[in-house]
């Protein structure tokens, strides 16, 4: 079974704060996502990698950078964290980003920013 | 501009009826189609998928029916059990337009009231 583990269920930042959400997929998959889900908007893409070191941008990454030094870890990093990127996280792997395979979800942070 | 619309964001039906979730789309590149459910504070899972090569594809109580010249699918359910009440996402894929990632419609709540 493909695993995709997050770093943290529930995280709580302040204003300004740096914060890191850690994601790591067990099935040697090349692609990996990070997408972030509020009511009504559905799941918004902010960044996607193919590759170790290789990073492309989603609909959403103002305020968002990532990280990938490694095949199975992909970070997502909030440089000065907002109240408006209080939401839910999900980190996602899969072997084709095309989806002929499809996309593994993690169990998703939930991120309040006060 | 949203490619994948799901235009209902909810939806209620009695327990042991038919759950029929609609997903329509606006490019024509894509041809491969994905259902994800998700329940709170989880991260979503894959339920069903079709090819645009076909026009139906069944598993257990789910069936997942394509129209390519409405550009238009359907998840139906049935029959619905309590425990399908969760968001259901439709996503979408083009696979022949090199690596790009699925593209989801903003959800639709689903309700099976006991």
């Known amino acids: 079974d493909v695993k995709v583990t997050q770093s943290s269920r529930y995280l709580v930042k302040r204003t300004g704060e740096k914060v890191f959400l850690e994601c790591v997929q067990d099935m040697d998959h090349e692609n990996m996502f990070w997408y972030r889900q509020d009511p009504g908007l559905g799941l918004r893409l902010i960044y996607f990698s193919y590759d170790v070191k290789m990073k492309e941008k989603g609909d959403i990454p103002e305020g968002y950078s990532v990280s990938r030094e490694k095949k199975e870890r992909f970070s997502l990093i909030l440089e000065s964290a907002s109240t408006n990127q209080t939401s839910m996280y999900l980190c996602?792997?899969?072997?084709?980003?095309?989806?002929?395979?499809?996309?593994?979800f993690g169990p998703g942070t939930r991120l309040t920013v006060t | 501009d949203q490619q994948v619309k799901q235009n209902s964001p909810s939806l209620s039906v009695q327990e042991g009826r038919i759950s029929i979730l609609n997903c329509d789309y606006t490019?024509?590149?894509?041809?491969?189609f994905l259902w994800y459910k998700k329940y709170p504070a989880e991260g979503p899972t894959f339920l069903i998928s079709?090819?645009?090569?076909?026009d139906k594809n069944e598993d257990g109580r789910f069936t997942v029916f394509l129209n390519k010249s409405a550009k238009h699918l359907s998840l139906h359910i049935v029959p619905s059990q309590p425990g399908d009440s969760a968001v259901y996402f439709c996503?979408?894929?083009?696979?022949?337009?090199?690596?790009?990632?699925?593209?989801f419609g903003k959800g639709t709540r689903l309700s099976v009231i006991a």
């Open positions: 996602a792997s899969s072997l084709f980003a095309s989806g002929s395979y499809e996309q593994y």
């Open positions: 490019n024509s590149m894509f041809d491969y």
């Open positions: 079709i090819s645009s090569i076909k």
């Open positions: 996503a979408a894929s083009a696979r022949n337009s090199g690596n790009t990632p699925l593209v």
